[in-house]
């Protein structure tokens, strides 16, 4: 029976990725899971599982930093949403992959090579230049590192929103409302964090719990109250500017 550790610091794409894989492949046994790469290093030394599946993105290390420092002791799968990173990787024939968030049929497509990989190779394949060319791709592509992907809650499903589809984000007390032309989600993380994470040539902080796409607005209005309202497009809704970010629109 094949055995894996999957390593992904977000809790319900661990949960899906288990759940595919249940579905997928009822023969594989799940023996841990990692928040992070420091912890899927330390799980497999500890378990030494067939397979590991690492999340490139993870903070302490990332998924790249412990795929050499794992080496060959396993078969190593990359989780990634950024697609040109993973079909780089993919071309090398070194490492398989497995895009976020994880389709049955494309993930069953990854099982089929890797269960090949598995009954042909006694010893997993060196991928250190590998690992070193995706490092030197991915830092370049990173800078700024601002935020490609938003990860949310809808109903049972979990759903990964480009960034740019979103016309805005919109905080309460306890949830931050993510709107975009098709629907809304919810998440926990506070605007404050969003501002610091999103690109700011994008995204305009118009109130202290408002982040607006810019190229989703449409015009500037005041109300009777003197009030300055962002018009989306597409859309009847208003948001409020607050004082302290009115100077964004002098020019409008």
Known sequence: ???????????????????RLEQAWPELQ?????????????????????LVFLDIRMPIKTGLEAAKEIGNQTHIVFIT?????????????????????????????????????????TEPADMSQLLGQLAKQMGI??????????????????RLIPVEEILFFQSDEKYTRVQTSNYEALIRKPVRDLAEELDPALFWQ????????????????????????????GSTEKLEVSRSFVHLFKQM
């Open 1 to 19: 029976m094949p055995t894996a550790i999957i390593a992904d610091d977000e809790r319900l794409m661990r949960d899906q990725l288990r759940s």
């Open 30 to 50: 799940i023996l841990d899971e990692a928040k992070n790469g420091e912890e899927a290093i330390q799980l497999v030394a500890q378990h030494r599982p067939d």
């Open 81 to 121: 949403a950024y697609d040109q990173y993973a079909i780089q990787a993919f071309e090398h024939g070194a490492v398989d992959y497995v895009l976020k968030p994880a389709d049955l049929e494309r993930l069953g497509k990854t099982i089929e090579r890797l269960k090949a990989r598995l009954q042909t190779q």
């Open 141 to 158: 592509a990173s800078k700024p590192a601002y935020l490609q992907w938003i990860q949310a809650s809808i109903g049972q499903e979990l």
């Open 206 to 233: 118009i109130h202290r719990s408002t982040l607006v796409n810019a190229k989703a607005i449409s015009g500037v209005v005041r109300d009777l109250r003197g009030r300055h309202l962002v018009q989306i497009k």
